[in-house]
């Protein structure tokens, strides 16, 4: 039973490639002559690397279906394909051939094989979901505990019934008959670990009386026990250690952030590159001024960076490492334009800059003046796990509509744990999702001074 999880796996990825590789050979169809052999070979050659590519990057950003939501799995393979898409574009410009291919066709490719990228996720969705309601590909689910925790998952695999879980009964490791018989008779494929993890005494007798048992095993921690916890576990010194505060930036996870950055700030700044010529020169004939402010901020790991910024208030002094007064309603010291700018966060745009050359992100907290951050530190637990990773343009409290003056603690307080959310649990599909919602809500905001 649980060997199909694996095969499915392959089956999806399998699917993926087709698509992709489809779609290419659908447009080639349409667009050109197949006797043409040379062309053919060029454009085969194309279609195999591009959809080779999507099968690669599928595979990193895979989640399992089981306990999934068909939204996120859509989110995750419009991921690849975005990543997809801007690897070919960027090779293409790097190796000056991108002359050489019918742009009407490379954009019918991308378009139509998002499109039956999608259609075959929903079409093995829905396939899997039908098999699973008659009882196909089941996993059979034995949960060892009580509370709370125990009641809430169970109800939650229950409205859920198309991942494929099934309760089959509910144990407790005190009963160790009742215990060894629901093993032997109910022969669960999964077996759900309820009790704290300090309570050694209770998880070795159920892992005794699981010892001729080849089922998967799962220690489900204390939900109060989640909010410490990184949900991650390093190996240090081949002593596997359970992560409370760590950065989720390392190895691979790196690497894909900064492609991520890299390949989107340098679009976004192509699109938007008129806008800012605009903004210049409208900031320039407004107000007496520079045109760009730089104002220091902690960056990654509380390293001090300089941000940049259109300058939205009259020129003053102000020392920024000893106080900074935060904008307010009705503020004098700013422009009749860097009202509108604040307001619409178009004043945050040259920060794009800062993207490219590695002092910030698109998706991440957002950066604090630096003494606000001796300020809160003192005050709001956990404040400096932000900077965990690099500040950003946008990120999960202001698509929350956690941005703006926070004149309060408990306004600040908000944003953190918002900030402290993403860190937790980023993925490129977290941040894909952040970006989509920052252009329909994340510009303008009822805080924003």
Do not use: C
Not at 23 to 35: C, K, P
Not at 63 to 89: D, E, F
Not at 163 to 177: D, I, L, P, S, W
Not at 227 to 237: D, I, K
């Amino acid at each position: 039973m649980r060997h199909s999880a694996s095969l499915m796996r392959i089956g999806v990825h399998a699917v993926d490639w087709l698509a992709f590789a489809g779609a290419g050979a659908l447009s080639f169809v349409w667009r050109f002559d197949l006797a043409d052999a040379s062309l053919n070979a060029m454009y085969a050659q194309l279609i195999f690397g591009g959809a080779s590519m999507m099968l690669l990057v599928s595979t990193l950003v895979y989640r399992s279906w089981r306990g999934g939501q068909l939204l996120a799995m859509l989110g995750r393979v419009g991921l690849s394909w975005l990543i997809t898409w801007g690897v070919i574009m960027t090779w293409l410009v790097l190796t000056q051939t991108a002359i050489d291919y019918s742009r009407l066709l490379l954009a019918w490719w991308a378009g139509s094989s998002l499109v039956l990228s999608w259609l075959a996720r929903v079409v093995v969705y829905l396939m899997m979901s039908g098999l699973r309601s008659m009882g196909v590909n089941h996993m059979k689910v034995l949960m060892v505990g009580t509370g709370g925790s125990v009641s809430a998952i169970r109800r939650r695999v229950k409205a859920s019934a198309w991942t494929g879980f099934k309760v089959v009964g509910v144990a407790t490791a005190q009963n160790e008959k009742a215990l060894d018989y629901a093993i032997q008779n109910l022969q669960p494929d999964e077996v759900w670990i309820f009790q704290p993890p300090g309570d050694t005494k209770a998880i070795q007798r159920v892992l005794h009386a699981l010892r001729h048992s080849t089922a998967n095993i799962r220690l489900v921690p204390d939900m109060e026990m989640l909010q410490f916890m990184n949900h991650g576990v390093t190996m240090v010194l081949g002593v596997p250690m359970l992560d409370i505060s760590s950065s989720p930036m390392a190895g691979m996870n790196l690497v894909l952030k900064w492609i991520e950055d890299k390949v989107l700030g340098a679009l976004i700044l192509l699109l938007i590159s008129p806008l800012l010529f605009a903004i210049s020169l409208a900031v320039k004939l407004s107000s007496p001024g520079p045109v760009l402010f730089r104002q220091k901020r902690h960056g990654w790991n509380g390293e001090e960076i300089s941000i940049l910024k259109f300058r939205s208030m009259y020129v003053h002094e102000e020392d920024a490492t000893v106080s900074v007064t935060q904008a307010t309603k009705g503020d004098p010291r700013i422009t009749p334009l860097g009202k509108f700018l604040r307001s619409t966060s178009l004043d945050e745009l040259p920060q794009f800059f800062n993207v490219l050359m590695g002092s910030m992100s698109i998706v991440g907290p957002r950066p604090h003046a630096v003494a606000h951050n001796f300020e809160y530190r003192e005050h709001i637990p956990r404040y400096m796990l932000r900077h965990k990773v690099k500040p950003g343009i946008t990120g999960w409290a202001q698509v929350n509509g956690f941005r703006g003056e926070t004149d309060t603690m408990e306004k600040m307080e908000l944003r953190v744990q918002a900030d402290l959310y993403y860190i937790e649990n980023w993925s490129l599909w977290l941040d894909l999702k952040i970006i989509i919602l920052t252009i329909f809500k994340g510009f303008v905001g009822k805080n924003a001074y």
